[in-house]
């Protein structure tokens, strides 16, 4: 179906084999085999012909190239805690009550504390912020299972702190508590334990609700959504997305959805679309003014976010060139210290190069960031990298592809994964 389909979108624009192939550097026996059924389309190759093609994304919906991590969404309420690969689950909604964690809502724990007492809670709650920074920090620098089993501790001591403390402290230990469980499942996503980010996101949202944090809740919507984005489910990245839309929220979260929905009409090859959701992210995030009561939702290593998730997005789009420019704009920004962002969209950046043509420049881009790739652990960097390699391997006899090769194999193979 895909071949000739690319034969009849490619007559209809009035464009020989030869003429395409150069526009998506592709040789012409290869896209000759693709057109005839002989070679399987990748997902790169169909956006790069539907941009080209001017087809709209129907070539990119006949290719079935979604990564599999992990198992559908689920409500965990109800499940039984067991042990993961990197620390305990995060507890069901009944065990939260049980702990005692909510008691900071009851009647059980006196409303006003002596002077001695509020002063400790409030340097308790300074403390716990200022650590959930540095795990940030950390987060940046280090493998997601050398920084899971610390945040998933960390959960439970907030919690035992919370029914100890006063109602305001106790309320606003258990508030960090979402985020530190909102955390723990990125670095879930980032191990590629799918159900475990799932799982983590959703024990924050509980979490969320028991202190009437409807702002964290909403922003769980587009923590899922990324993990659509990563599977390849363009349509329920975009519902997810969308879903957040309807609420009165903080413009910042109303500007993350909508870059989420960016994405998600990027993945469908709608490009009018994600070009709104883009414009509309751009204005809400404009608004956004930090009023340092928490910690930030969303990156803070990006200086112009929409503009980087504009390069991903043109690349999802099947236009490398525009994407290059972007990213190369774009990462001389990033500090040198966020190694886990510099190899994201690094990785990205490589690709948008390599997809281009310029496999030498692409090489060297690669060889950069093998190491910050290497010593974070990405499951989700990883994605981009064998969507790299794969590229690269179209180019066996360049000199730079050659040296890179066992480069790029040995930061792909499951034993050169950090532990």
């Not at 539907?50 to 087809?55: G, P």
């Not at 039984?80 to 809502?105: M, N």
């Not at 659509?228 to 363009?234: K, M």
Request: hydrophobic share 40%; charged share 20%.
């Amino acid at each position: 179906m895909f071949g000739s389909e690319l034969r009849r979108a490619r007559i209809e624009a009035g464009m020989t084999l030869v003429q395409l192939a150069k526009r998506v550097h592709y040789s012409k026996g290869q896209l000759s085999k693709v057109e005839t059924g002989h070679k399987r389309p990748t997902i790169e190759l169909a956006r790069l012909c539907d941009a080209a093609l001017a087809a709209g994304g129907r070539l990119s919906t006949l290719v079935d190239d979604r990564p599999r991590t992990g198992g559908a969404m689920r409500d965990p309420s109800d499940e039984q805690v067991t042990p993961t690969s990197y620390g305990d689950a995060p507890p069901a909604r009944r065990q939260i009550l049980a702990s005692g964690a909510a008691s900071v809502f009851g009647t059980g724990l006196p409303q006003h504390r002596p002077t001695t007492g509020a002063l400790a809670d409030e340097t308790l709650l300074d403390a716990s912020r200022a650590l959930f920074d540095q795990f940030r920090r950390l987060g940046q620098t280090a493998p997601p299972g050398a920084v899971l089993p610390a945040l998933g501790e960390q959960t439970r001591t907030l919690r035992a702190l919370a029914a100890r403390s006063g109602t305001r402290t106790g309320n606003g230990l258990l508030v960090l508590c979402a985020r530190y469980a909102e955390f723990a499942g990125w670095m879930a996503q980032e191990a590629g334990q799918e159900e475990a980010a799932l799982r983590w996101t959703s024990h924050a949202v509980e979490l969320a609700h028991i202190t009437d944090d409807s702002y964290l809740a909403s922003y769980a919507l587009v923590r899922r959504g990324l993990i659509s984005y990563y599977r390849g489910d363009a349509s329920e990245t975009i519902a997810l997305a969308q879903g957040v839309r309807a609420r009165r929220l903080p413009s910042r979260i109303l500007g993350l959805a909508a870059q989420r929905e960016a994405q998600g009409h990027a993945l469908a090859g709608d490009y009018d679309a994600c070009s709104r959701e883009l414009d509309r992210a751009r204005s809400l995030l404009a608004k956004d003014v930090a009023d340092g009561s928490g910690p930030v939702l969303g990156t803070t290593h990006l200086t112009d976010p929409v503009s980087m998730i504009t390069g991903w997005c043109l690349l999802d789009l099947g236009r490398p060139r525009q994407a290059a420019q972007v990213f190369d704009h774009e990462m001389a920004q990033i500090p040198s210290g966020a190694l886990r962002t510099r190899a994201r969209y690094g990785a990205r950046q490589a690709l948008a190069h390599a997809l281009d043509g310029e496999i030498d420049h692409a090489c060297d881009l690669t060889r950069d960031l093998l190491s910050a790739a290497h010593i974070v652990g990405s499951a989700t960097i990883t994605l981009d990298l064998r969507r790299l390699a794969h590229t690269l391997g179209r180019h066996p006899r360049n000199n730079a592809v050659k040296e890179l090769a066992p480069l790029l194999a040995f930061a792909l193979s499951p034993t050169a994964q950090p532990l």
